[in-house]
């Protein structure tokens, strides 16, 4: 597996505007946002995405998706937030390092496709 800019992120060979970390989680600010609140919360220990998330036990998973509901939380308070997970080619992933977006911090549109 090469290393992906996420990587070096978790590595500290990059900078990033960390939002939060804990030992399970690293949560961090989007380079180009998308919304006031535009969040990356990735996995310390790696998978590549979401479509591969049947190869980490059942217990980390959890953790993790635990983390991002308390992060968007954090973040957004009770006005609401979209969590978001690009996969593949179609879903237009470009870093493929498993990473929730979260987006916030306004009414939100939906025009994914
Ligand atoms: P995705 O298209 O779902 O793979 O999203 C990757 C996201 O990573 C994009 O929203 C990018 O803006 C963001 N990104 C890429 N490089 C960095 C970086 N060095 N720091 C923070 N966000 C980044």
Redesign the pocket.
């Known amino acids: 597996m090469s290393a992906t800019?996420?990587d070096k992120?978790i590595n500290k060979q990059?900078p990033?505007?960390i939002v939060y970390e804990d030992d399970v989680v690293l949560a961090?600010?989007?380079?180009?946002p998308?919304a006031p609140v535009?969040v990356?919360v990735i996995p310390k220990h790696k998978c590549r995405s979401f479509a591969d998330l049947d190869e980490v036990n059942t217990g980390a998973v959890g953790q993790y998706m635990h983390a991002v509901a308390k992060i968007a939380k954090q973040l957004t308070g009770d006005a609401g937030y979209r969590v978001?997970?690009?996969v593949g080619k179609d879903?237009?992933?470009?870093?493929d390092y498993l990473?929730a977006?979260i987006l916030g911090g306004k009414q939100l549109s939906w025009h994914p496709a």
């Open positions: 800019v996420f992120i990059l990033a505007d961090f600010k989007d380079i180009n998308q535009h990356l978001v997970f690009n879903g237009q992933q470009t870093v990473h977006h």
